[in-house]
């Protein structure tokens, strides 16, 4: 391929992101584990259960699989590094340019509130970077590359996050 030649194969990622999200949460718990935080608060309540598996199943439904939904339904593939036919910007995509990746945020930050576990939530500025720097940059490089003025145009429109 030449040097100004744009790779239309997909995004330069190369890690899949959701590892990223479990692995926070696992190291959280773990780290809990071996040095716990929470010591003199009992957080044992029926209520964290509901309050933290809501925002999770919350986030899980409205940014997780509405996504995938709309990725099927404009025959596209979910993978970051697959071949993108063509911008989504209804549904999810009308707030946010990454609703996938915040979801794998707020499905940790609802891990964080199940297990009591502040260590899930210490992680979540690192799962976030971790989430940019895996997937998010080469994803943005490649939308440009490819879609040029219509993906600057909606990236201009919509934030990364929220």
């Given amino acids: 391929m030449a040097k100004n030649e744009v790779d239309r194969s997909g995004a330069a990622v190369r890690f899949p992101p959701p590892v990223a999200g479990i692995l926070t949460i696992v190291a959280g718990y773990?780290?809990?584990?071996?040095?716990?935080?929470?010591?003199?608060?009992?957080?044992?309540?029926?209520?964290?259960?509901?309050?933290?598996?809501g925002i999770?199943?919350?986030?899980?439904?409205?940014?997780?699989?509405?996504?995938?939904?709309l990725f099927r339904d404009t025959e596209q593939n979910v993978t970051p590094w697959s071949d993108t036919p063509e911008i989504i910007i209804e549904g999810p995509y009308k707030f946010t340019r990454n609703p996938m990746y915040l979801m794998m945020l707020l499905v940790n930050f609802g891990f964080a509130v199940i297990?009591?576990?502040?260590?899930?939530?210490?992680?979540?500025?690192?799962?976030?970077?971790?989430?940019?720097?895996?997937?998010i940059k080469h994803e943005e490089i490649y939308l440009e590359q490819k879609f040029g003025e219509s993906y600057l145009t909606y990236k201009r429109s919509v934030r990364r996050w929220i």
């Fill in 30 to 53: 773990v780290m809990g584990r071996w040095i716990p935080l929470l010591t003199d608060y009992d957080l044992a309540t029926p209520d964290r259960y509901w309050i933290g598996g």
């Fill in 56 to 69: 999770a199943l919350a986030a899980l439904l409205v940014l997780g699989l509405w996504p995938i939904r």
């Fill in 115 to 135: 297990f009591s576990e502040p260590w899930i939530l210490i992680f979540l500025p690192g799962l976030a970077l971790a989430l940019y720097h895996i997937a």
